[in-house]
């Protein structure tokens, strides 16, 4: 695969794979190639941000993704990136802070909610996570309409308090 890479960068199945092969095991040779040979190609949003759980930020296209309420989600393939991005977040105690973080700048009630999501299922840090929903369904609670919004780890619109309460328990 890493021949295939390096003689066809652009080719979404081999950047795919490493990206996977990079999350599940460590070697900075492999993340440089990555970043190296996959900068400023434009490949499937799945690979794009299985890549940007290998060797980037993985907030920027998430947020890009939902930075307006989705009125077609078939072609997110949450599915094929979701568990890239829960390994980024479990391997990296970066990712918690910049999940809270995003989560309370979030350009959309979906990025808010994906975010918190993805937060609950990946992060290894229980302790500060449960906090972080807890206060995440007391606000969501207190809203005089309830939220609904798409989350990206069920690839479903869902009633937001409902989703982190799930998380919680």
Same mark, same amino acid.
């Given at each position: 695969?890493?021949?295939?890479?390096?003689?066809?960068?652009?080719?979404?199945? !081999?950047?795919?794979?490493? &990206?996977?092969?990079?999350?599940? /095991? %460590?070697?900075?040779?492999?993340? #440089?190639? *990555?970043? @190296?040979?996959?900068?400023?190609?434009?490949?499937?949003?799945?690979?794009?941000?299985?890549?940007?759980?290998?060797?980037?930020?993985?907030?920027?296209?998430?947020?890009?993704?939902?930075?307006?309420?989705?009125?077609?989600?078939?072609?997110?393939?949450? !599915?094929?990136?979701?568990? &890239?991005?829960?390994?980024?977040? /479990? %391997?990296?105690?970066?990712?918690? #802070?910049? *999940?809270? @973080?995003?989560?309370?700048?979030?350009?959309?009630?979906?990025?808010?909610?994906?975010?918190?999501?993805?937060?609950?299922?990946?992060?290894?840090?229980?302790?500060?996570?449960?906090?972080?929903?807890?206060?995440?369904?007391?606000?969501?609670?207190?809203?005089?309409?309830?939220?609904? &919004?798409?989350?990206?780890?069920? /690839?479903?619109?869902?009633?937001?308090?409902?989703? *982190?309460? @799930?998380?919680?328990?």
């Amino acid at each position: 695969m890493i021949d295939q890479f390096a003689a066809d960068p652009s080719s979404d199945c !081999a950047a795919s794979a490493l &990206a996977e092969t990079a999350l599940r /095991e %460590r070697s900075s040779d492999l993340e #440089e190639l *990555l970043a @190296e040979k996959s900068a400023g190609r434009e490949y499937s949003i799945a690979t794009a941000i299985r890549l940007a759980a290998a060797v980037g930020d993985v907030i920027e296209p998430l947020e890009w993704l939902l930075r307006v309420e989705p009125k077609e989600t078939f072609w997110f393939n949450s !599915a094929y990136w979701v568990p &890239a991005v829960l390994r980024r977040i /479990e %391997r990296d105690a970066n990712m918690t #802070e910049s *999940l809270v @973080e995003a989560a309370e700048s979030a350009p959309s009630a979906s990025a808010r909610l994906s975010a918190l999501c993805l937060l609950g299922l990946g992060s290894p840090n229980n302790s500060k996570v449960r906090s972080v929903l807890e206060s995440a369904v007391r606000s969501y609670e207190a809203e005089i309409i309830p939220v609904i &919004a798409f989350d990206v780890t069920t /690839e479903s619109f869902r009633l937001a308090a409902q989703a *982190l309460r @799930e998380l919680i328990n």
